[in-house]
Structure formats: C-alpha cells, structure tokens
C-alpha cells in the first residue's frame, strides 16, 4: 500500500505561542507548512513560534529551502560549492515573512539532519531566530547520482552545504545559541502551604473546568527542551515589547 506521512504538525502551546513540527522535508512540506500557519493564526493572535526540528533526518533541499523562506523576506538560505568555483550554487528567499517579524525559535538536537540543518542554520545566520537544544548530526555533503548501464548507477558526493556566513554543516553540525540537554524533570510544589493546600478549599473557575477536563501532565514533564523554548520565546517577546514601548 501507498502510506502517506504527514510531515507537518501544529498546536497551539499556550494562548498567542504556536508550534509547528517538521518530523521531514518532503516535497510538499513547504505547503503544508503554510497551510499549517495560517490555521495557527486563525486560531488568535500569534505572539511568537517554535519550530521544532528535533529528530529531522532531513529530505529533499526544495522543502528545506521553502520553509527558510516562510520566515525570510530576502537574503541567503542555502549555497553548495564542489570542487570548482564556478560549480557553487545559491538559493535565496523572496520576499514574504508568514508570522511577520514575530519572535522565532528553533529547536535542534543531535537527530537534526542534512535539510533541518540547512534551515536551521539559514535562520540563524540571518537573525530571524535562536537555534535552542543541542549540537545537530552534522551531515552537509551533496550526493549525485550518475547512471553508468542498464540498472547500474554509481553515486558521488559533488559538493558541500554551506550557511549563508559560509559555515559548512559537514561533521561540524549547528551549534545552537542557547544549548538545552534533555532532561527529565520531576516537579517540587513549594514547600510553604498555600490556599491550595488547605483541605476543603473553595476552587476557583479555572480549577473547576481544569477537574472536568481532566489534568494534563506539565510541559516541563512531557518534555523538558519544548518547555525550555517555549520560556525562552516568552522572554524574547516580552523585551521586545518592553523596547517597542520606550520607543513610544
């Protein structure tokens, strides 16, 4: 059977902070990523996203390129550079940012691969986001193949993968700018008693949808790096809106 992987994923972390996974780069993972933005934006006003390339083995270079250019208005994503000179080839972005200036992080870790690379460190050169996690694989070689006879081919690595500040992503990976380990985190009330923790308390509305609900497990415990970008994206939206209104 033919099985169709959905490669993009989205959600809304907490009222005006969206998120949008990319598990690969597939042809049409450039749409899908838009499609995925847009409905992220219909859900209210966006604040901030994370894009999480976390275990991103990589894919076509196409798909690579076009989710660099959802958050790009101009500029380098991507070259490659063979042996010759004349053998280098520059991808751009065109004009168009999708969350227009918003703050952005990317999150990587050493599963981050070839195309999440590319866009990882297209993002960071340009200081469109902060790269959060740990040290990507570090595979920036391009591979061709070239038919010999029949069924026969033989493939070769041409070129290089190179950032846009022409850093080369082969064995070196992508440093991120605020390294997060993976953790697991077990979380400690305080130790001083609160209303909450006097028997018979009255609940508040909020605690008393949250009960019919049902609980949910922290952030921070289901995955400790996510929760760590989601307080770094927070703490880059709100200087930026302290600075914007001094400005004023």
Do not use: C, M, W
């Amino acid at each position: 059977d033919r099985i169709k992987v959905e490669s993009v994923k989205s959600e809304v972390l907490e009222p005006g902070y969206g998120y949008l996974r990319v598990s690969q780069f597939q042809n049409n993972t450039g749409h899908e990523a838009k499609k995925a933005l847009n409905e992220l934006k219909a859900e209210g006003e966006l604040s901030g996203l994370i894009l999480d390339l976390r275990n991103n083995p990589g894919g076509v270079l196409g798909g690579a390129v076009e989710i660099s250019d959802l958050f790009l208005d101009s500029g380098l994503i991507v070259y490659t550079q063979g042996r010759e000179s004349e053998s280098r080839n520059d991808y751009k972005a065109n004009p168009g940012d999708e969350i227009e200036g918003l703050p952005l992080v990317v999150l990587v870790n050493g599963g981050s691969a070839s195309a999440s690379e590319i866009v990882a460190g297209a993002l960071q050169d340009q200081g469109r986001a902060v790269v959060v996690g740990t040290r990507t694989f570090g595979k920036g070689s391009v591979q061709t193949v070239l038919p010999i006879s029949g069924d026969n081919a033989l493939k070769l690595t041409t070129a290089r993968y190179y950032t846009p500040d022409g850093r080369s992503i082969q064995a070196e990976g992508i440093e991120p700018d605020i390294p997060v380990q993976v953790s697991s985190v077990e979380l400690l009330k305080d130790q001083r008693p609160r209303e909450a923790d006097l028997p018979h308390h009255l609940l508040n509305q909020a605690q008393k949808e949250a009960l019919e609900k049902g609980g949910e497990e922290p952030l921070a415990s289901r995955d400790y790096p996510l929760s760590q970008a989601l307080s770094i994206l927070k703490g880059i939206n709100l200087a930026e809106r302290r600075r914007a209104d001094r400005e004023e």
